[in-house]
């Protein structure tokens, strides 16, 4: 499912999402444990997961870069979440929310 050197994140391959709209979904139907879990796992691979993918070309991914870039964008989803809200939603954010229309095809 994943390039060998980032087998260690293959139990969080529910995070593998096809876009912004599920991953949002994922975030919010996740609890501060299971984020922080997620978190603690991948932070430490960020850097090296970016290298690793720069050696391709975007289009072209391999499906297993492929899914740890979809991976690393979960990670992004989840980072304010654990590293400054400690909760899920954004705080005193009310019913408001942002629903993207068009975003990147990877």
């Known amino acids: 499912m994943l390039p060998t050197d980032f ?4 139990p969080y391959g529910d ?4 876009n912004e709209r599920e991953r949002y979904a994922k975030r919010l139907a996740s609890s501060m444990e ?10 430490p691979l960020l850097e090296k997961a ?14 297993a870069e492929r899914n740890l870039l979809l ?8 980072s304010f979440p654990v590293e400054v809200w ?5 705080p005193d954010s009310g019913a408001a929310y942002l629903d993207l ?3 990147p095809r990877v």
Request: aromatic residues 12%; glycine residues 0%.
């Open 7 to 10: 087998a260690a994140l293959e």
């Open 101 to 103: 229309v068009v975003e």
């Open 50 to 63: 970016a290298a690793h993918l720069d050696e391709f070309v975007l289009h072209e991914l391999p499906e």
């Open 86 to 90: 400690k909760q899920p939603r954004v």
């Open 34 to 43: 299971e984020m922080q879990a997620f978190y603690d796992a991948a932070f």
């Open 15 to 18: 995070w593998i999402l096809e």
């Open 71 to 78: 991976l690393m964008f979960s990670l992004v989803n989840v």
